[in-house]
């Protein structure tokens, strides 16, 4: 069972480049869900999707954008990368109360 | 407002004795309650949750936390802590509802000495 997939596991970016960062989930749930996750702050929520064609802000919109592309797949873009996006990603989906995470993107932004 | 407060972002236990995480939330409505664990450099494992109905509320791992409506709590505890056990915890709420966003608190780091 894969559960919730990201891609990639593991990006450097340098200031001002732009990337997408992938995820998809097999289990049929209508609801997904971009964290972040920095030390001593815990995961905080980027952006989410209700159902498929509605996307909302969460905590901390600033500097990105989702597309929910599917029902299965939403992906988080970073316009122009900055230091302060440097950070653990985490996607997430649920069907009911209990959301199943990815296992997080590490991007370093330099 | 939804928020979460989890009391002592590092706590430390020896091998054998009990494992108490607190976690107090906020919500304006009854609120669904989780724990996470995640281990070094991994993702969010679900530990356990309380949606309706028991208020004591087993785990995976020999956890459990009880819904103590009365004092906003929904603390972690373990009677003998193993070396395993060692990784990072969150407590999350969510009001449910077609959204069913989860908000989180800052996280516990639990560390188990021999």
């Known amino acids: 069972n894969a559960g919730v997939t990201q891609t990639p596991k593991f990006q450097v970016l340098k200031t001002g480049q732009s990337m997408t960062l992938q995820c998809a989930q097999d289990m049929n749930h209508n609801s997904m869900y971009w964290y972040r996750q920095d030390p001593g702050m815990g995961l905080r929520l980027i952006y989410y999707s209700a159902s498929e064609g509605t996307t909302d802000k969460g905590e901390v919109p600033n500097g990105y954008n989702v597309s929910r592309l599917n029902k299965r797949e939403f992906s988080l873009r970073l316009e122009s990368a900055a230091p302060s996006q440097t950070s653990v990603y985490f996607c997430?989906?649920?069907?009911?109360?209990?959301?199943?995470f990815g296992q997080g993107t590490r991007l370093t932004v330099v | 407002a939804q928020s979460v407060t989890q009391l002592g972002s590092h706590v430390s236990v020896s091998e054998g004795a009990l494992v108490l995480l607190r976690c107090n939330y906020s919500s304006s409505v009854p609120p669904y309650l989780f724990w996470y664990v995640q281990y070094p450099n991994q993702g969010l494992q679900l530990l356990l949750k309380?949606?309706?109905?028991?208020?004591l509320v087993k785990g995976i791992n020999g956890f459990e936390a009880e819904f103590k409506k009365s004092e906003t709590s929904f603390h972690l505890t373990k009677p003998s802590a193993h070396m395993s056990d060692a990784a990072e915890y969150f407590c999350?709420?969510?009001?449910?509802?077609?959204?069913?966003?989860?908000?989180f608190g800052t996280g516990t780091l639990l560390a188990v000495q021999p």
């Open positions: 997430a989906s649920s069907q009911g109360p209990e959301a199943f």
């Open positions: 999350a709420v969510s009001e449910g509802g077609a959204t069913n966003k989860l908000i």
């Open positions: 309380y949606t309706t109905g028991a208020t």
